[in-house]
Each structure stands twice: as C-alpha cells, then as structure tokens.
C-alpha cells in the first residue's frame, strides 16, 4: 500500500482503528509485529531488540492482564494497562541510546588506536629506511674505494705494482749476487797469481844467495891476488852488499805479499758468504711476499663481494619498506571506512529513534479509551516518514568511499 | 634546486609516507590537512605537483583541483589526485576538474616515484 492510498482513503490505522474495540489485543500484537518486521529490515540491531522488547512486554501483559506498574492517569482497566508497556518501551529506548553512544566510542577508540600504532609503525620504518639507504651509500663508497679510491689509489694496481717492483729487486739481488759469484772467482785468480809471485821471489832469494856466494869467493880471490886484486876486492864487496839488499827487499816483498794474500781469501770468503746470504733472503723473501700478495687479493676480492651483498641487502630492505609502506596505508583506508560507518550509524540511530516515536505514539494511540482518528493518522504520518528515511539512507548512505578489497597497490592512470 | 611537491590529505600518516618516499628522491615536500590548507600552501609556495586526496573535511579534492585550475599560476602545474576512490564516475569527473592523473591508494611508494618523475622530471 503506497502513501498516496492512504492519503486518498482511511488509512489501515484507522480502518482498523474503527474496530479496535472487537479485538484490540490482536491489532496491538500485529501492529507491533509490523514495526518489529521494518526495525528488522533497517539492519538495526538496537531496533529490532528495542522494538522486540516492547512486543514482548505487550505479550506479557497480555498474558498476565495484570499491571505491573498501575498508572495514575488510567481511564479503564485496560488503557491503564498500556501504560506499563510504554514506560518498558522508553526504558529500552534509553538502553539503546546507551549503546549507542557506547559504539560510537568503541568505534573512535578503534580509529584513535589505529592511527597511533600506524604513526609509530611509520616512524620506526622511515628510520629503518634512512639506515638502509646510508648503509648502501657506505657500501657503495667503500667499493668505490676498493676499485679506485676516493684519491684515485687503484688496490689491485698497488698490489701489482708491489709485486712487480719486488720481482725486479729480487732480479737485481740475484744479479748482484751473481756478480760477487764472479768475484770470488777473481779472488781466487788473484791468490793463484800471488802464489806465483811468492814463488818468483823464492827465485829472487835463491839468485840473492848465489850472489852472496859468488860476491865471497871473489872477495877470497881477490884477497889472493894482493894488491892487484884490491880493485876487485871493493866490487866483490859491492856485489855482496846488493845481494844482501836484495834478499832483504825479498823478504819485505814476501811479507806484503803474503798479507795481500790473507786479505784476498778473507774478502774471498766475504764476497762469496755474502753473495749466498743475499740470493736465499732475497728468493724467500719473495716468495713470501708474493704469498702475502695473494692473500691480500683473496681478502681485496671477499671485501668487494662483501660490500656487494652489503648494497643488495640494503636494496632489499628499502624494497621491503616500500612493502610495508604500501601495507600501512590500511590505517587510512580503515580510518575512513571507520568513519563512514559511524555516519551509517548515526543515520540508523536516527531512523530507530523515529521508529520508537512511531511505537510510543501507536501504544499512546491505543490506549485512548475513544477512538482517536488524529493520533491514528499522526502515526500513519510518522511512519510515512520513517518509510521515507529509510528508502533514503540507500543512497545517501550506499557509496562506499573505500573500494579497495586488499592492501595491494591500486592502479595508477594518467589522463 | 629541488622541486616541490605538495601533499594533501586529511591522514597523517599518508601524508607521512608521501613525504618520506619524495623526500628520499631529493624533492621538497610541503604538506596540508585539506583543500583550504592546500590551497593556501599552493599560494604561498611555488609548488612544481600537487598530490590530493579526495575526501577530506572542509575542501575535497576535486574542488581544491578547480580552485587551483582557477589561478594563473597552476593551469599547467600537474595535480595528481591519490584517494581510496577508484569508480570510473570519479575518475571522469576528476579529468573534468582538471587533474593530470588518477593514483588509487595505497600507493607503491616506486609506483608513486615513477609517476612523479614521470610529470615533473
């Protein structure tokens, strides 16, 4: 039945109104039942339990006949009767209302807590962030360092250059070496040749003797000869000086020599412990260098994949928030379905407010001991009205400002 | 010198990671609460994009997008709105307001820097 049919003719009210004396108990309990079958449709839970508790305190009533809570302004036994049923009636309503104002809080409180676990949320991850991004900077300024150095110092070039300049003073060590090899090879040539000399003046002695010797006999000779061998008596005696000189000189010879000698084989043997010495430091000292070389290019090449998996980590963590970035914006999405649903709810707690109007004016309506056509067609008003709020409220109401159905991230269009 | 984007939306949080993800890419960002804040930030500041959401208390984004296409200085600045909102019907009338693009949260934080170096550089 439509609004202009009941504006055109009696409405249902007040047909039945009409009758109400055959049979009021039952249009009451239907009545009732009506507002109960629209509080029901309304999705609203505090109608329907509002609405449900006045029928059921009317069908108590109905049962018992008897009035728990007499009225002072009764007209009859029956009108007094309604009055019980209308105090329960405002006294579920002021339930309802408590509850809710109670959801309105829970609901705030939700959003408030919400909002302040994201706020906490977002600061931990922008600084989680902000370490990975300066973690990556140091991992990408130390590889840069590795290969080529903030002041252009290439590590692999200075472990080659190491190796190279060493390999060319082992060269050289093994070169001089070498050299002082010869030279005790001329060392020795040198003590040969200085043996020949002290053999020569073995010679040089012998010849001196024999000159002494011979200087002697010409000196007897000479003695023999008398007066007229004077003369030759003066150069015998020469001669016997100068081989006497000789040996001397001889001797003195013999003696540098010899000390020349001792010198030759000492530096000799210098040269030749030195020459050795020097190849073996230099030989080990190479190889040791050359192993301290690798393992410094075994650590040079660890560092690097190191600081390589140092910048992949921090890449991935960035990503990660970025993850979380996109999942924490729920909080707005929650915050704003949050919201609308509490405008849904302010928009049913109004319409069950209306629909508890209508309920208290239809018991004020029946408990009239005369019919009452005005207060018969002010419900019929009213419920007109809550039959129009209520087809309202769909659209008002029927747009979800959140259409997302996941924390995925949403399309991006550009016009 | 960096550019500067503008971020509008009634949450604090949104705001928050829109900053933090820009502001890692080298730009400035200036934030607001609503179409009026926004529309005063853009006043005061030569802002190079405008990122809105679209319900807000006080000024919504479409018409914080009319308000700006009206002065001389933002007929050709990008707006870009960012918003829950993802209907078709929306969409046409944020092109009608005069956006440049549609970004339907939550937002990828590299999708959003694509998009961003994408209008602006």
Not at chain 1, 366 to 378: F, H, I, K, V
Request: glycine share 6%; with cysteine.
């Amino acid at each position: 039945m439509s609004l202009s049919d009941k504006q055109d003719s009696p409405g249902l009210l007040v047909r039945v109104w009409r009758h109400w004396q055959a049979n009021i108990w039952l249009m009451l309990v239907l009545a009732l039942a009506l507002l109960i079958a629209l509080g029901m449709m309304l999705v609203s839970a505090g109608t329907a339990i509002a609405v449900a508790a006045s029928c059921l305190a009317v069908l108590t009533f109905t049962r018992s006949a008897v009035p728990a809570d007499p009225a002072p302004a009764a007209m009859d036994g029956n009108a007094g009767a309604v009055v019980p049923v209308l105090s329960t009636a405002l006294e579920v309503e002021k339930r309802r209302d408590d509850q809710y104002l109670r959801l309105r809080a829970e609901m705030t409180q939700v959003g408030s807590l919400v909002r302040e676990a994201i706020d906490g949320l977002i600061n931990s991850f922008t600084a989680i962030s902000s370490q990975a991004h300066a973690q990556q900077q140091l991992a990408i300024g130390m590889t840069q360092t590795t290969n080529q150095g903030g002041e252009g110092v290439d590590f692999e070039d200075f472990v080659q250059d190491t190796s190279q300049t060493l390999s060319i003073f082992v060269d050289n060590t093994i070169k001089n070496s070498q050299t002082a090899m010869r030279l005790v090879e001329r060392m020795a040539d040198i003590s040969t040749e200085v043996g020949h000399v002290l053999g020569i003046l073995k010679d040089i002695d012998q010849i001196a003797k024999q000159t002494n010797f011979l200087a002697l006999n010409a000196a007897i000779e000479a003695a023999r000869a008398g007066e007229s061998g004077r003369g030759f008596a003066v150069v015998a005696d020469e001669v016997r000086n100068l081989s006497l000189r000789t040996g001397q000189f001889s001797m003195q010879i013999r003696d540098n020599i010899g000390r020349v000698h001792q010198f030759v084989a000492a530096a000799e043997n210098a040269i030749f412990a030195l020459a050795a010495q020097d190849m073996n430091f230099a030989l080990q000292s190479k190889k040791r260098v050359e192993m301290a070389m690798h393992d410094v290019q075994k650590m040079n090449a660890h560092v690097k994949q190191s600081l390589v998996r140092i910048g992949e980590y921090a890449t991935d963590l960035e990503a990660r928030v970025g993850q979380a970035v996109t999942a924490l914006q729920f909080q707005d999405m929650v915050t704003q379905l949050v919201g609308h649903s509490q405008l849904r709810l302010n928009e049913l707690a109004g319409l069950d407010k209306m629909l508890g109007d209508v309920q208290n004016s239809l018991i004020r309506v029946l408990q009239q001991a005369t019919p009452d056509e005005n207060g018969a067609r002010a419900v019929q008003d009213k419920l007109a009205a809550v039959t129009q709020k209520s087809a309202a409220l769909a659209t008002d109401l029927g747009r979800n400002p959140v259409s997302q159905e996941n924390i995925s991230s949403g399309d991006v269009e550009l016009f | 010198m960096a550019k500067t984007v503008l971020t509008v939306d009634d949450s604090a949080s949104i705001r928050q990671m829109v900053a933090f993800t820009l502001k890692s890419a080298g730009y400035d960002v200036i934030e607001a609460a609503d179409g009026n804040a926004g529309l005063a930030q853009a006043k005061n500041n030569a802002v190079s994009l405008v990122l809105t959401d679209q319900n807000m208390p006080g000024m919504d984004g479409l018409t914080l997008i009319k308000s700006l296409r009206a002065l001389p200085n933002y007929k050709a600045t990008p707006i870009l709105m960012l918003t829950t909102e993802s209907s078709d019907t929306m969409k046409s009338q944020g092109r009608a307001a005069g956006a440049t693009g549609w970004l339907v949260k939550p937002f990828d934080p590299q999708k959003l820097l694509e998009v961003v170096r994408k209008v602006i550089g």
